[in-house]
Antibody
Framework: QVQLQESGPGLVKPSQTLSLTCTVS??????????WSWIRQPAGKGLEWIGR???????NHNPSLKSRVTMSVDTSKNQFSLKVSSVTAADTAVYYC?????????????WGQGTLVTVSS | SYELTQPPSVSVSPGQTASITCSGD??????VCWYQQKPGQSPVLVIY???KRPSGIPERFSGSNSGNTATLTISGTQAMDEADYYC?????????FGTGTKVSVL
């Protein structure tokens, strides 16, 4: 059973960079036809897709965030990471990492438990 | 940018059928997924490729997609189905989530 776990600082100051890591267990991040994604959800609001990364390193981003988002993958650690630069209070949200299934037309079939990131001075 | 619109809320009596719509331009040309999210929990995939159920998802969950509208149907709704539901589709290489629908079982 695949499990994903987000980790990183819960508090980030405005204008700084938010950094999160997702650790995948129960299977290799390189096995199968999968991609690895980040999604966020402000309190009381809906889901917002941030982007995805393939183990090849190829990425796709939400156009509304693209210039501030960097994603990477570390196959040796079975992890992938997210950085969001120049954060503001609007970036305060629960951040989820998830696995996407390429063969099934791309659904997000496994999700982490989510981690709350608050942007505040 | 591509948008998916859902009704904010749907109410259903226990044992009845709940239908949640998701509207987007030429949505029928895309594959749609549906996620269920209960308070304080991560989303769970309940439908993918318009109408397929992942392992472990009850048969009362079904989906369809045609024209500009996709529909998630919950037949014989149970109290445990009370949750927020989100549709999702791909526009080019970007995932788009719907606005979300709160299903209340009254």
């Amino acid at each position: 059973q695949v499990q994903l776990q987000e980790s990183g600082p819960g508090l980030v100051k405005p204008s700084q960079t938010l950094s999160l890591t997702c650790t995948v267990s129960g299977g290799s991040i390189t096995s199968g036809s999968y991609y690895w994604s980040w999604i966020r959800q402000p309190a009381g609001k809906g889901l917002e897709w941030i982007g995805r990364i393939f183990t090849s390193g190829s990425t796709n981003h939400n156009p509304s965030l693209k210039s501030r988002v960097t994603m990477s993958v570390d196959t040796s650690k079975n992890q992938f990471s997210l950085k969001v630069s120049s954060v503001t209070a609007a970036d305060t949200a629960v951040y989820y990492c998830a696995r996407g299934n390429i063969e099934a037309a791309g659904p997000l079939d496994y999700w982490g438990q989510g981690t709350l990131v608050t942007v505040s001075s | 940018s591509y948008e998916l619109t859902q009704p904010p809320s749907v109410s259903v009596s226990p044992g009845q059928t709940a239908s949640i719509t998701c509207s987007g331009d030429k949505l029928g040309d895309k594959y749609v997924c549906w996620y269920q999210q209960k308070p304080g929990q991560s989303p769970v995939l309940v439908i993918y490729r318009d109408s397929k159920r992942p392992s472990g998802i009850p048969e009362r969950f079904s989906g369809s997609n045609s024209g500009n509208t996709a529909t998630l149907t919950i037949s014989g709704t149970q109290a445990m189905d009370e949750a927020d539901y989100y549709c999702q589709a791909w526009d080019s290489s970007s995932a788009v989530f719907g606005t979300g629908t709160k299903v209340s079982v009254l």
